[in-house]
């Protein structure tokens, strides 16, 4: 069955950096455009980034442009999301998405508080 699994988060200082993995299983993941979203408490999800399954096109939120990075090892199949430069208003629960479809992961909890 398909799997998208997330890892990665954690409790990190203002200015820290982490780097979130999703392992994709059970569909063709080379195929897909893939998304990272988030969801903070009390707040709607948000698209964060995506990024193409061919010839690498991606996108950012306005908020996490030039601190965080998306991108993907088809052979391993999994989607990364490199974030540096993190502020309390990063905290969320981060999930991986293979768009267009509603294939989601868990999620995995990001804290940045000092």
């Known amino acids: 069955q398909v799997q998208l699994v997330e890892s990665g988060g954690g409790v990190v200082q203002p200015g820290g950096s982490l780097r979130l993995s999703c392992l994709a299983s059970?569909?063709?993941?080379?195929?897909?455009?893939m998304r990272w979203y988030r969801q903070a408490p009390g707040k709607a999800r948000e698209l964060v980034a995506h990024?193409?399954?061919?010839?690498?096109?991606?996108n950012y939120a306005d908020s996490v442009k030039g601190r965080f990075t998306i991108s993907r090892d088809n052979a391993k199949r999994t989607l990364y999301l490199q974030m540096n430069s993190l502020n309390p208003e990063d905290t969320a629960m981060y999930f991986c998405?293979?768009?267009?479809?509603?294939?989601w992961g868990q999620g995995t909890q990001v804290t940045v508080s000092s």
């Open positions: 998405n293979a768009h267009p479809t509603n294939y």
């Open positions: 059970g569909f063709t993941f080379s195929s897909y455009a």
């Open positions: 990024i193409s399954s061919v010839l690498p096109f991606t």
